[in-house]
């Protein structure tokens, strides 16, 4: 699904985040990726969702090389990635409804398909009786669902996470790690950068390790 090779990335200025990195990642594999602050992880994911390019190397995402998608490919690209994000980047002025439908609204889905799929989305991270609710008002745990269910609603074949748990207690940490496990159970390819390694450490899943833009292990599928 996913596939770094020999992939560099360098910044203007300098500063080298990722050097010479090749790794795989297997359809329907769930893996975690850790590393120290400033390690690369987030440079990493960029580079799947094309907010970057690479300077050196080659990615490629479900046999489609990035290096060739020409710009005015980039969205429909990144609706077949869904991104959960640390920090959930929900929008307050909208329902809990209407910022999981905006991914499928943008894509030009039918109202009927965005309502059924928005409430199916809601209920698979147990929020549908909250849909009409302002985001404002649910706990951290919550929002964190929300931001899932919005990354799921397309039903993409790959989910990345960007510290998902950055900001939630150990108890709500496993539930959405629980989370992501449903999904991956049921086929999607699941990566997740996280600091979390106490709660990584418990769960049976390949770790790749980051330093300093390259991997120290974990970089071979164990599938």
Do not use: C, W
């Not at 980047?89 to 439908?101: G, I, K, P, S, W």
């Not at 929300?146 to 960007?162: E, S, T």
């Not at 709660?199 to 899943?205: C, E, G, K, S, V």
Request: charge should be positive; glycine fraction near 8%; proline fraction near 4%.
């Amino acid at each position: 699904m996913i596939q770094f090779d020999d992939v560099s990335k360098r910044y203007p200025g300098g500063h080298s985040a990722l050097n010479h990195l090749s790794f795989q990642v297997d359809h329907n594999e769930m893996v975690f990726l850790t590393g120290h602050s400033g390690a690369g992880k987030s440079t990493l994911l960029k580079l799947i969702m094309m907010m970057e390019r690479p300077t050196s190397g080659q990615v490629f995402v479900d046999g489609k090389n990035l290096n060739r998608l020409s710009s005015r490919k980039i969205p429909q690209h990144r609706r077949e990635v869904g991104v959960v994000f640390q920090n959930h980047q929900l929008l307050f002025d909208r329902t809990v409804f209407d910022n999981v439908a905006l991914p499928l609204i943008i894509a030009g889905f039918q109202p009927r398909d965005v309502g059924r799929r928005v409430r199916a989305a809601l209920d698979k991270v147990g929020l549908l009786d909250k849909e009409k609710k302002s985001p404002v008002t649910l706990s951290g745990g919550e929002q964190q669902r929300v931001g899932i269910a919005r990354a799921v609603v397309n039903k993409p074949k790959l989910l990345l996470a960007d510290e998902p748990t950055g900001n939630l207690d150990p108890q709500l940490s496993a539930e959405i790690m629980h989370l992501f496990e449903q999904f991956n159970q049921v086929g999607v390819t699941v990566l997740i950068a996280t600091h979390d390694l106490s709660l990584i450490a418990r769960m049976p899943y390949r770790v790749m390790s980051l330093q300093e833009g390259q991997i120290l292990h974990g970089g071979v599928s164990t599938l």
